[in-house]
């Protein structure tokens, strides 16, 4: 399962096999990402000043799980990270975002 996907587990029977997963725990990982995204959203505006980080973060759609990302269902309603310096920056500090991510996530417990 992709992170970037905006609702396909509610929407599309077919997306999950039930019998192999816990959907609430699917949704907690969901939930886990953007929080995460949102974070880092959150520290490259304090860093920057760039208000254009904040695009990323505008839709609406099942806000509680999604926390602004997505602005419709499916993967064509995800709001990648915005931000006019923002590739500068992720490449600039590529590992040390991953660690962060792989620490993040470690957390992370069924």
């Known amino acids: 399962m992709h992170h970037w996907f905006c609702g396909i587990l509610f929407t599309t029977a077919s997306a999950v096999n039930t019998d192999m997963v816990h959907l609430d725990h699917c949704m907690m990982l ?3 990402w953007h ?3 949102l974070d880092l959203e959150n520290k490259l505006f304090d860093l920057t000043g760039d ?3 904040r ?3 505008t839709g609406t759609y099942k806000s509680d799980i999604f926390l602004g990302h997505c ?6 309603g ?5 931000g006019k310096m ?3 920056m ?6 040390a975002i991953r660690n962060y991510f792989r620490i993040a996530f470690r957390t992370v417990t069924p």
């Open 30 to 32: 969901i939930n886990k």
């Open 35 to 37: 929080a995460l995204r």
């Open 51 to 53: 208000s254009s980080i």
């Open 55 to 57: 695009d990323g973060s």
């Open 71 to 76: 602005k419709d269902d499916g993967n064509s």
């Open 78 to 82: 995800y709001l990648m990270i915005s």
């Open 86 to 88: 923002i590739l500068l």
């Open 90 to 95: 992720v490449f600039k500090n590529y590992m």
